[in-house]
């Protein structure tokens, strides 16, 4: 019998080389201090056959496969300019929009609490807006009874306005009237 012996072969393909000398990939998932998805990178053979390929956070980075890229890409840009547009809306009404929040307060006006982005964003979702604390913008808790503009950011770039009315507590003005 011959002895003849087979050579074992690798289970990766050769991997194509980028300019650099690295290997070439197409990142599928966001990696820290190496991009996003979409992005072409190069790194060492190593790190792409040992982390980035089995974990499924990259692919090779053929041709094909940066065309896909550039479709969902150019997909996602269409998707971000409706939800722009509708955020621009959405800011213009909050402009229009004037809420009353009702707090405790003594004789000269002086709020014993205050008034803060958390009420806001509920006498909001009363009135049908749905707004996140984050979004709120005051430059301070509001301690005194009277009209405000806060602004609200919606989303980076796009900011609205928004008058708050901050009046005493029903209740106490019927006490002093009934006192008076």
Do not use: C
């Amino acid at each position: 019998m011959a002895n003849t012996k087979t050579r074992k072969q690798s289970s990766f393909k050769r991997l194509p080389k980028g300019a650099n000398g690295g290997i070439e990939l197409l990142l599928i998932q966001s990696v820290e201090h190496l991009g996003k998805p979409g992005d072409v990178i190069s790194v060492k053979a190593g790190y792409a056959k040992n982390f980035l390929l089995p974990q499924g956070l990259a692919t090779i980075a053929s041709d094909h496969h940066k065309r896909m890229v550039d479709k969902h890409r150019a997909k996602l840009l269409e998707i971000e300019k409706v939800r722009l547009s509708q955020l621009r809306v959405l800011a213009d009404e909050l402009g229009k929009v004037s809420i009353t929040i009702e707090a405790n307060a003594n004789d000269e006006g002086h709020l014993y609490g205050s008034v803060g982005a958390s009420d806001i964003v509920a006498a909001l979702k009363k009135a049908d807006y749905t707004i996140t604390t984050d979004q709120v913008k005051l430059e301070g808790p509001l301690k005194e009874l009277g009209l405000y503009t806060v602004k609200i950011r919606v989303a980076a770039g796009v900011e609205g306005e928004l008058k708050v009315w901050v009046v005493t507590t029903v209740g106490e003005d019927h006490e002093r009237l009934a006192e008076g």
